[in-house]
């Protein structure tokens, strides 16, 4: 699956999110300097839709009417550890995870779940 960098940008958020967003909730969430304009959410929203990266989770209430959420399905959740496999599949992934430790690209809180994540695979 092929994602633009705007639709990248969404689904990088709906993954942050703990539940299901709403159009306006994205547009909350995200950054100043986002890549795409808030009137090309629902074309963005649902090229996602369509590539199977994110579902209908259901419904909520917005003012007199009702709004969409959405949230990543499986094939969403895994698209920036396949990214990140494409990129780096002539690197063995150890030396990757190394090198981006050793930069100091992780935070303590992140390295203490990195380390978690590690025992429990043991």
């Not at 969404?10 to 999110?17: G, Q, V």
Request: avoid cysteine; aromatic fraction near 10%.
């Amino acid at each position: 699956m092929e994602l633009t960098k705007s639709e990248s940008n969404i689904l990088e958020i709906l993954l942050d999110a703990d539940k299901p967003l709403s159009k306006s909730e994205i547009l909350n969430h995200a950054l100043e300097n986002k890549p795409w304009k808030d009137g090309s959410i629902h074309i963005l929203l649902n090229s996602l839709l369509k590539k199977g990266a994110i579902y209908e989770a259901g419904f909520i209430r917005t003012g007199k009417g009702f709004g969409r959420t959405f949230a990543p399905t499986e094939k969403g959740r895994f698209y920036f550890s396949n990214l990140l496999m494409n990129i780096t599949k002539n690197a063995e992934p150890y030396k990757v995870f190394s090198q981006l430790i050793q930069e100091g690209s992780f935070s303590d809180s992140e390295l203490t779940e990195l380390e978690n994540l590690i025992k429990s695979r043991k």
